[in-house]
């Protein structure tokens, strides 16, 4: 007999607990827990289960479908596999439904045949859209439908070599409750999963929005039930976008596909660093270049500051690109230990081009783009930092230093300052100066003096301080 169990599932991080409470105990998300009724499997009478031997499996499949998008096959590793489920997470508004209606014009126009499922745009839309990117059709279906049992039979009849469902978080079936919710997330993603692992079945792609207020259910939910899943970020605002996979089970993660959303669609950008430090000016107080890395992928970003006195009022810290608590603790420390006392000031932080810093690396640029703008010493042109700083003040070490001086080395810079423990040094050209403490770094890569005297204004502008 199959007995049910009510469990809950967190609808932002996917946690689940036993009993329902206010507060997720593992992301700490308030009011996400969702019940969900789990049967527990029955113990006996499926027969016997037979292993099979590993070595009569062999190791070569069919080899991963192109998408026809150099940038998106790299991140994959060649490209689609057959059978397999993909996940696409992202904010609305990233370009993931450009982005997978580009990718199956590319599967169609290599002789695939393949299907979009739009549950939140009409098919004249998306048939508008793929026009004005000049996209051929031929071969690519679109089926408007929210309905899971519709969706699967369509899919039966045409038989699609690759399938974009977008969102897997607006489809339903009426058994298992109302679009969005955890179970009804699962419930659909495990079924479109089930017809994709079966002999012959499609690549599907499961669009799945991320939304910062955990109204609907994240996309960490499924993380489990697929084969990859692709992360597609970018700021809304600007035009740069980077796609990486963090989960992939047929090849390796750390690889990144980087766009530009233009008129036209998206467009590959094969050198982001360089777009990234275009609108650069060098010499303006609180700009600092960081050598970072995402994934395996060296990635130099312009770290920029601004510091305004703010008497009397509570002082805002406000940072974009880089993480919020990270920067309170950074102030801390560079009060702490290096003498730099930030408590009367307004405090911004911002990573240009709507680049996340996740690399704990990037510290130091941002400790350096702060002091540079509190007094309006401007940091050598030519040097990129990197290092990650500790609680005691010492900076310690970043991966892969090697790497990310050859980009810089690449992009003109000439020195940089990397933590004293870094192994493996710059290209010829390239002087890698080591540094223990951010207090020393700090008088190393800012001029002694300032430049010019500091003018504050919102940086970006036309007069950034020159006077
Ligand atoms: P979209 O692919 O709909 O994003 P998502 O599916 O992730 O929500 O596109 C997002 C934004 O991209 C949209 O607001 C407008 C912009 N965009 C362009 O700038 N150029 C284009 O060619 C297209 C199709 C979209
Ligand atoms: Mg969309």
Known sequence: MTKDRTVYHCRDCGAPALRWAGRCATCGEWNTLEQEVAPTAPSRGAGPAVPVSLASLGGDGEPPRSTGIDELDRVLGGGLVDSSVTLVAGEPGTGKSTLLLQLLAGVAASGGRSLLVSAEEAPEQIGRRAARLGLATDGLFVLGETDLGAIRSAMGALRPDVVVVDSIQTIFDPATGAAGSVPSVRACAAALAQDAKCPGGPAVVLVGHVTKDGSIAGPRVLEHLVDT?????????????????????????????????????????????ALLLADRRPGTPGSVVFAGLDGRQPLLTEVQALVVPAPGGPARRSASGYDQSRLAQLLAVLDRRAGVDLRQHDVYVSAVGGVRLTDPGSDLAVACALVSALTGRSATEDMVVMGEVGLGGELRHAPQTARRLAEAHRLGFRSALVPARSEGGGPTGLTAMGIATLAEAIDVALAAAPVRPPRLRVLGGSALGTG
């Open 229 to 273: 899943v692709l992360s597609f970020e970018g700021d809304r605002h600007h035009a740069l976008r980077i796609l990486r996979a963090v989960k992939h089970r047929f090849g390796p993660v750390g690889e990144l596909g980087m766009w530009e959303m233009t008129a036209g669609g998206l467009v590959e950008v094969p050198d982001a660093t």
